[in-house]
């Protein structure tokens, strides 16, 4: 599917802004006291706080001084957004990474936005602000999505008419915050996908999930492969009686593999309707024997 590069500011942040009060730059009104709403002008970093709504909590420290180092050779081209709170006193609404990477650059002053604002307006604008860039990761998109339901009192169509997205896009994103802390975090630090959590949104149970996440990890799975580990974990936890069909229980397979990495080998687990059963640890040589039996202290 074919994605089109959004431009500007989104219509959902450009309904909000209100795109009429916007000064062209050939009308550009620029002063260093008596900043004017709806203006561009030129503000001192020291007299902005940030904005106590500002939903992404990192940001990238490598990225953040390639921005600084363009700064000082280019300025701010992108104005900030700001509230006034007082005489010459600011409140961020958006672009708190262009302001710390002006910090970086040591500038004394930034081109804002200088806007008009209650607290839910600021919260919806910074969020929309993050939702729409590029480099935000998924559980930031679904957090902030989280925080528009709960605290901007949106439903989900509302939220999806905000942020130019469908319901179906907006409810997936949510149902990863359902995913267990380890994973999220996963999500976070690009080490899974949205393919594999999509597919480990499907599993029920949380066990489930954890284990397959880790062989996600370990194994380096692709999403294919996860969706097809899915589909045999959820068949044989829709069996009744799986030891008799010759299909061991999903805890069984998990100690199954972890005694198969921790013995270098595959391992066989018998378990009989009754819950007896043996264990099979095969050995390729002599030596492979040894070094088993070294490892059981025999």
């Known amino acids: 599917m074919t994605h089109q590069k959004k431009t500007g500011l989104g219509r959902g942040l450009s309904a909000l802004l209100d795109d009429t009060e916007v000064v062209h730059n050939n009308k550009q009104q620029v002063s260093n006291e008596g900043a004017s709403l709806g203006t561009i002008s030129h503000i001192k970093i020291s007299d902005v706080e940030v904005n106590p709504f500002q939903p992404r909590s990192e940001f990238e420290p490598q990225a953040l001084h390639e921005l600084s180092a363009s700064i000082k050779l280019q300025g701010l081209i992108q104005p900030v957004t700001v509230?006034?709170?007082?005489?010459?006193?600011?409140?961020?609404?958006?672009?708190e990474r262009r302001l710390r990477a002006s910090k970086l650059a040591g500038l004394v002053e930034i081109p804002a936005y200088i806007r008009t604002a209650n607290d839910q307006q600021m919260l919806e604008m910074a969020l929309i602000e993050n939702i729409q860039r590029e480099n935000l990761n998924a559980i930031e998109v679904a957090l902030s999505f989280h925080r528009m339901i709960e605290e901007c009192h949106l439903k989900q169509e509302e939220l999806g008419d905000r942020v130019s997205k469908n319901r179906s896009t907006v409810t997936n994103y949510l149902r990863l915050l359902k995913l267990p802390p380890a994973i999220q975090a996963s999500i976070r630090d690009n080490e899974i996908s949205m393919g594999h959590a999509r597919a480990l949104i499907?599993?029920?149970?949380?066990?489930?999930?954890?284990?397959?996440?880790?062989?996600i990890i370990n194994k380096e799975l692709s999403v294919r492969k996860v969706e097809e580990l899915v589909r045999e974990i959820q068949k044989a936890g829709s069996k009744s009686k799986p030891a008799k069909l010759g299909?061991?229980?999903?805890?069984?397979?998990?100690?199954?593999d972890d005694l198969a990495s921790k013995f270098g080998t595959k391992?066989?687990?018998?378990?009989?309707?009754?819950?007896?059963?043996?264990?099979e640890i095969p050995f390729l040589s002599e030596d492979d024997l040894n070094r088993i039996l070294e490892m059981?202290?025999?």
């Not at 391992?267 to 007896?276: H, R, S």
Request: charged share 25%.
């Open 202 to 215: 499907s599993v029920e149970d949380a066990d489930k999930q954890l284990y397959i996440h880790q062989q």
């Open 247 to 256: 299909v061991i229980s999903f805890q069984y397979q998990k100690i199954e």
């Open 296 to 298: 059981l202290d025999w």
């Open 267 to 279: 391992i066989k687990l018998k378990v009989q309707a009754k819950g007896t059963g043996t264990i």
């Open 83 to 95: 509230r006034r709170v007082g005489q010459n006193s600011y409140q961020l609404i958006s672009g």
